[in-house]
Nanobody, 127 residues
Framework: QKQLVESGGGLVQTGGSLTLSCEAS????????IGWFRQAPGKEREGVGC????????DYADSVKGRFTIARDNAKNTVILQMDNLMPEDTADYYC????????????????????WGQGTQVTVSA
């Protein structure tokens, strides 16, 4: 069974850090770009970033540039979202998703271009 599983969410104070992991099973991520998304209560899901299959191209949303870092370890079939200097507005459920191709098209690519989603992990940043 192909699946993505996020982990690493939790409660952190403003200015703190969290590292989210997206681990794949039943599928090899080497050939696919991976996106990170988040959805805050009452808001639409938004793209946080995307990393190409090789990791050579990484796109970030303006709201997280300089604070979030995406990396991947294809040998471990895992993609990481390192979140530093967290702010209350970063509070959301975070999801990773596999694109149907190897490249990224910014963070506003259609949701339909992602064909496998994780269940999400909750991140809460207290003021």
């Amino acid at each position: 069974q192909k699946q993505l599983v996020e982990s690493g969410g939790g409660l952190v104070q403003t200015g703190g850090s969290l590292t989210l992991s997206c681990e794949a099973s039943g599928i090899t991520l080497d050939y696919y770009a991976i996106g990170w998304f988040r959805q805050a209560p009452g808001k639409e899901r938004e793209g946080v970033g995307c990393i190409s299959n090789s990791g050579k191209r990484i796109d970030y949303a303006d709201s997280v540039k300089g604070r979030f870092t995406i990396a991947r370890d294809n040998a471990k079939n895992t993609v990481i979202l390192q979140m530093d200097n967290l702010m209350p507005e970063d509070t959301a459920d975070y999801y990773c998703a596999k694109r149907s191709n190897w490249y990224c098209s910014g963070v506003t690519a259609p949701i339909q271009s992602y064909d496998l989603w994780g269940q999400g992990t909750q991140v809460t940043v207290s003021a």
